[in-house]
């Protein structure tokens, strides 16, 4: 038990085990197939595992991803080779565990099946893929049985005094990939959590921060957004097991760490859950000087930046990066949604020299394969090296395999014991879809309004602009140029691409717009029932307001949604003029460029826009606002928009200057009960947290009221784990609310699958 692992003779951390990290003739940490963990099997444990030749088995011919492609029906359930010739540090009198057993039929008739910690710690109540339960489950007995039991090795490596202080820290799921995390590290390769968004990825960040600079490493945390720093110093507190965890004098106070990023729209300051600065930013000047200088600050612990820091020219020079390089090589690196870093571009290619450098990496995303351009990054420090191709062959395979071939990768990692996923069970949580059935005939009344007219654009472009695009197209080219349509204008956008063609984005704004009304009444709903609303949607219509040029100050008679049919009406008369060398220039057709029948058609649906008053505006948002706020709620908005509308009485607005764009106050005030509603699209659905944690001063239950359905399944998770996160004291709740019109009732049943 506890007694197995030995403090070295100075009183720190034990020493790593001989053969935990293995070293080649060059000195750097070997790859081949060793994970840290005793090669084969541990006797006493389940006799039946044996190796495969899977990623990370054998550097052969056999083990390349483009011989799996032919395979990829057949998912291996085997445990698999996960281990070199680590010498383990089982006492031959402790007594083995071995992996739990799964009920017949448990794993084949079932999507997931619930994930069991093998840390004693408390459970958060999550799932994990069918296909990864046996050897998540085989991986976790191994190390248990390697280590003198999980909650032992971490709670050493960690630093804790009692179990008691690593269970307060974390939970059992969060134990369990801090060991795995650790082991892959300490044998110079990589971890995966792909964990679903609000399981609790940033303490498991934090406890590996922890571990790196107890063990003299100065790590580095790169995630996707500066202002996500300040989320990490509270989960550093969290973890700490100081009396006065987060004060003066305490460990996670006194982790100083430099700071990449300098002040600008968004302030990468750190402050604590009450607002208070903790860590403040050292100024341009200095930091170029130690740009130059290319060594850290001497009371540095730890380094953050964000991933945008590094995104110049791959050729050009830049001290930053040098000085990045310098400070990185053989650190421990943590890649919060590491997705981001990935794919085939400038960025993508320096990170990829930094992980090759480092001791080990940390990878930290629950879309981490989100596109196959992505895989290369990981293939640096993870057993898909094995692989033995190159960035754009391991591309190729993965693009030719498909979806299929990424879930056997991913099965694979986990049998190698260099990822793990668990997501939340949404067991017993109330998700509603409402569709407004009531106000259907309204609802259909206005759309067939605004659809007719987006028929009528639609053939006035087909008759009449592509006649007068013809004839100047023969001009061009005789000139040696070559006229087009404006992208984006051909059909009205009909030709392109469906869920991003003008016709589409009309439909869904309108789809948005329509229901304003009857969505801030359901957030009004939900607080005289004491709980906490979140309207979540896509489109701010903030691009259409820039379009038609409103000024700050400037009082708009008309907001209404036909506004965007008059856009719609002009757009198809723009086109692109190409030159013999490429060189494009736009141009826009006169009315004089017309037929006398096309000018004519085009001022009939001129004004049958202009007369038209669908009865819905162009910037549902600012209706919702105003809706609550009348009711005598508070409600402010997380979204990237610079300006917005105050809708007046009378059904004007006015363009004013939007300043409550603190994302950190706005959730703060949130929590603490001072704030009432929040409005939210992607531009807030990433690290946030507005759950009714027990840390927070207002713990009612959070309800998201989702009015926009979102095509990509990966906002949509993220934008749901905002309200329901581990810690809480009452799980969240998710209300749709769609209209009654076929378009959406159909998006609703993809949305469902």
């Known amino acids: ?100 057993k799964f009920e017949a039929g448990e794993l084949t008739q079932n999507e997931k099946v619930p994930y069991v ?118 989960d550093l507190v969290d973890i700490d097991p100081s009396p006065n965890a987060g004060k003066e004098g305490s460990w996670s106070r006194s982790m100083v760490p430099f700071i990449f990023n300098d002040k600008g729209e968004k302030d990468p300051t750190i402050t604590d859950a009450e607002g208070n600065v903790v860590h403040k930013l050292i100024p341009p000047t200095a ?15 730890f380094v953050l930046a964000s991933y945008s820091q590094f995104g110049t020219s791959q050729d050009k020079p830049s001290v930053k990066k040098d000085f990045f390089r310098n400070i990185t090589e053989g650190q421990i690196l943590i890649l919060d949604e590491s997705h981001n870093v990935a794919g085939q571009s400038n960025r993508g290619e320096f990170f990829k020299e930094i992980i090759a450098t480092s001791k080990g990496v940390l990878y930290l995303s629950a879309t981490f394969a989100k596109t196959p351009q992505a895989m290369p990054v990981y293939a640096m420090k993870t057993a898909m090296q094995e692989a033995n191709m190159s960035s754009a062959e391991l591309v190729g395979a993965i693009e030719r395999g498909g979806v299929a071939l990424q879930e056997v990768i991913a099965a694979q990692l986990v049998e190698s014991g260099q990822m793990l996923r668990r997501e939340r069970s949404y067991k017993g949580v109330s998700v509603d879809y409402e569709i407004l059935e009531e106000v259907g005939p309204q ?97 701010t219509m903030a691009s ?13 008679g008309k907001i209404d949604f036909s506004l965007t049919l008059k856009r719609a009406l002009e757009g198809v008369m723009k086109y692109t003029e190409k030159d013999e060398q490429g060189n494009s220039r736009p141009g826009t057709i006169s009315l004089a460029d017309l037929s006398e029948e096309g000018r004519e058609e085009y ?85 946030i947290s507005m759950h009714s944690s027990s840390k927070f001063k207002d713990q009612r239950q959070r309800v998201m009221i989702d009015v926009q359905l979102e095509l990509d399944i990966n906002a949509a998770v993220q934008k749901r784990g905002r309200i329901d996160r581990v810690g809480q004291v009452v799980r969240g709740a998710y209300r749709y609310i769609v209209s009654a019109i076929p378009a959406e009732t159909r998006l609703l049943m993809m949305f469902k699958k």
Not at 69 to 87: F, H, L, P, W
Not at 544 to 556: A, N, P, S, T, Y
């Open 1 to 100: 038990g506890a007694d197995q692992l030995q403090p070295n003779n100075e009183g720190g951390l034990p020493p790593v085990s001989a053969g935990q990290v293995r070293q080649n003739s060059s000195g750097r940490p070997s790859s081949k197939g060793n994970t840290g963990l005793n090669n084969g099997n541990v006797e006493g444990a389940n006799s039946s595992e044996s190796d495969t030749n899977g990623i990370g088995a054998d550097n052969n011919a056999d083990g390349r991803i483009s011989d799996m492609e032919a395979d990829v029906s057949e998912q291996q359930q085997g445990t698999g080779n996960i281990g070199g010739t680590g010498i383990g540090n089982i006492s031959r009198n402790q007594s083995l565990q071995s992996p739990r």
């Open 603 to 687: 001022q009939k649906i001129m004004d049958k826009i202009l007369k038209a008053s669908s009865g819905i505006t162009i910037s549902p948002i600012d209706v919702i606002r105003k809706r609550i706020q009348d009711a005598g709620y508070t409600v402010k908005e997380i979204t990237g928009r610079d300006i917005m509308l105050d809708i007046q009485d009378d059904g004007s607005a006015v363009v004013v200057t939007r300043f409550d764009k603190d994302k950190k106050k706005i959730v703060r005030e949130f929590n603490n009960g001072e704030l009432d509603v929040v409005l939210l699209n992607m531009s807030g659905a990433t690290g």
């Open 443 to 539: 609802h259909r009344e206005i759309a067939d309004k605004v659809t007719e007219i987006i028929r009528d654009v639609i053939d006035f472009q087909a008759t009449h602009v592509a006649e007068v695009i013809n004839t100047l197209d023969d001009i061009a080219v005789a000139a040696g140029a070559r006229m087009t349509p404006r992208d984006g204008t051909n059909m009205a956008g009909v030709n392109n691409t469906p869920f991003a063609s003008k016709v589409f984005n009309v439909i869904d704004q309108l789809l948005f717009s329509i229901k304003a009304l009857e969505s801030a009444d359901a957030a009004i709903e939900e607080l005289k029932a004491n709980r906490k609303p979140v309207i979540g949607f896509k489109s």
């Open 117 to 234: 910690p093998k840390s004693s710690s408390q459970s958060v109540d999550t799932v994990i893929p069918s296909r990864m339960a046996t050897d998540a489950e085989n991986i976790l007995t191994k190390i248990d049985n390697e280590y003198g039991g999980i909650d032992n090795f971490v709670q050493q490596r960690l630093d804790y005094k009692t179990k008691e202080e690593l269970f307060t820290a974390l939970s059992g799921e969060q134990v369990d990939a801090v060991a795995m995390a650790i082991v892959q590290i300490e044998n110079g390769q990589a971890m995966i959590i792909g964990d679903q968004t609000g399981v609790g990825k940033g303490r498991t960040a934090a406890a590996i921060l922890r571990y790196s600079i107890l063990n003299g490493y100065k790590p580095v945390f790169l995630t996707q957004d500066a202002e996500l720093f300040s989320d990490l110093y509270r």
């Open 544 to 556: 259409f307001l820039d379009h038609i040029g409103v000024q700050v100050g400037e009082k708009l």
């Open 287 to 301: 930091k170029k000087s130690i740009y130059k200088s290319g060594k850290l600050p001497e009371n540095t612990k």
